[in-house]
């Protein structure tokens, strides 16, 4: 039923006769109260059911990232919120077509920045809603993790997170912690840890039951043990092999298969743990697994040395995470077509140029500039040098800097040596 029914019903009421009319007004009255009441001719907006992971909602399609600013920490990234930095950073996430952020909240947030905060977590989901980006605040703990008599204090952190957003559409589920079984000693803390994070799950099933509860774990293992807390699994891979990274992502997936609940990785990718971003989110695209790289901003503070997309220009320090993001991988098979950065004599013609250049007893500023700056280009475009200092940036510093032609001198020796090796044979030309 619909308004279009409700105006055939009262366009076939107007053609009847005064007495009819008299009775179908009562009994269009009783009928309009009814049809009102569970459908009505004012259709109202449904509100989503969180715990329906289906369609859109599917965590298989979770392709996610944990969030704070390049230029912050998970504290000073709600004490000090930009929401020109926010928004500049979730346009660059939406560009990869992102659709999940996983944020930290800690309550030091709370206990100094009490009054502002709420305002802060609105502007943060609603501006990621709007991008198609759902949210997942991660909580963490408080002095009741030291001190279990202090629990009030985490009921009331918990309620002050609902009050703020508990009814955005945005909000995707609740972090109740994270990794609670990282590090695995001593004993002691984990097992607080543990019981830290049932408290806080439970605690947010009880205040807010419309909304999913999850808990960052650290190992799959950990995962199994608090999974009857949780509405979400999740579990973090940063291993360093495929055939690791597969073991993890098949152990999760019959589990989660057998308990029946969505599964999402919520942390991946580590340049220091030999866990590269395109091989892990290779492999998990091919488990079907949704997951949510550390992190989209190389953060300068923090972890930045070692993971991360953009810096806060929006630049990259690897194309090929960005590639892997939008689901463009490395061929890595047999049948790899090797490039010939020689094949029209380019190479060749650099390294006579180098060469000449050298041997000038008064060579020129700028001619040389132009050598390394090709030099550069054919190395970078054939990937014949590592990336760590790219070849165009060592130009770009001259370029840019005082006159120094012992440094250039040096930079064209150095380009010319790594590039001699791809120079084709007389023969071959």
């Known amino acids: 039923m619909n308004i279009k029914f409700c105006i055939s019903f009262f366009s076939r009421l107007h053609k009847t006769s005064s007495t009819t009319m008299k009775k179908s007004i009562f009994l269009a009255g009783a009928f309009l109260l009814t049809f009102t009441t569970f ?56 560009k990869l077509n992102l659709n999940q952020v996983r944020v930290f909240v800690p309550y030091s947030v709370y206990t100094d920045n009490k009054d502002a905060l709420p305002e802060k977590l609105r502007h943060f989901v609603r501006e990621s809603y709007k991008r198609g980006i759902g949210v997942m605040p991660v909580v963490g703990s408080g002095i009741w993790l030291r001190d279990s008599t202090q629990r009030a204090l985490g009921t009331e952190w918990v309620q002050f997170l609902i009050d703020a957003i508990s009814d955005e559409p945005g909000l995707l589920a609740w972090d109740a912690m994270n990794e609670p079984d990282y590090p695995t000693s001593p004993p002691e803390l984990v097992h607080r840890k543990f019981e830290n994070a049932k408290f806080m799950a439970k605690t947010f099933h009880e205040l807010d039951p419309k909304t999913p509860v999850t808990i960052g774990m650290a190992f799959v293992d950990g995962m199994i043990q608090l999974a009857d807390y949780v509405d979400l699994l999740q579990f973090h891979d940063y291993m360093p092999t495929r ?23 919520g942390e991946l990718g580590c340049i220091a743990r030999a866990n590269p971003y395109d091989i892990t989110l290779e492999e998990h695209m091919n488990a079907g697994v949704g997951w949510y790289i550390w992190e989209l901003m190389i953060v300068r503070r923090s972890w930045g040395t070692v993971h991360g997309v953009f810096y806060e220009d929006g630049t990259v320090r690897d194309p090929s995470i960005a590639a892997a993001i939008m689901g463009f991988f490395r061929k890595r098979s047999e049948d790899i077509l090797p490039a010939d950065p020689d094949r029209e004599n380019w190479l060749t013609k650099v390294i006579d140029q180098s060469n000449q250049w050298l041997k000038n007893p008064d060579p020129s500023w700028n001619e040389g500039l132009d050598i390394a700056e090709t030099g550069a280009h054919l190395l970078e475009a054939a990937e014949l040098t590592a990336m760590i200092i790219p070849p165009t940036y060592e130009v770009m510093m001259l370029r840019n800097g005082e006159k120094n032609m012992e440094s250039l001198k040096n930079l ?7 590039l001699e090796p791809y120079k084709k044979k007389p023969s071959n030309r």
Do not use: M
């Open 243 to 265: 055939l690791q990274i597969r073991d993890t992502l098949n152990r999760a997936k019959e589990f989660a298969a057998k308990v029946n609940k969505p599964l999402i990785d």
């Open 412 to 418: 064209i020796i150095k380009f010319k040596d790594k």
């Open 39 to 94: 459908s009505g001719c004012n259709q109202t907006n449904k509100a989503p059911d969180k715990f329906d992971f289906t369609g859109s909602r599917d965590p298989s399609l979770f392709r996610g990232f944990n969030y704070t600013p390049a230029n912050s920490s998970h504290a000073d990234c709600w004490i000090k919120y930009d929401s020109t930095t926010t928004e500049f950073d979730l346009d660059l996430a939406k």
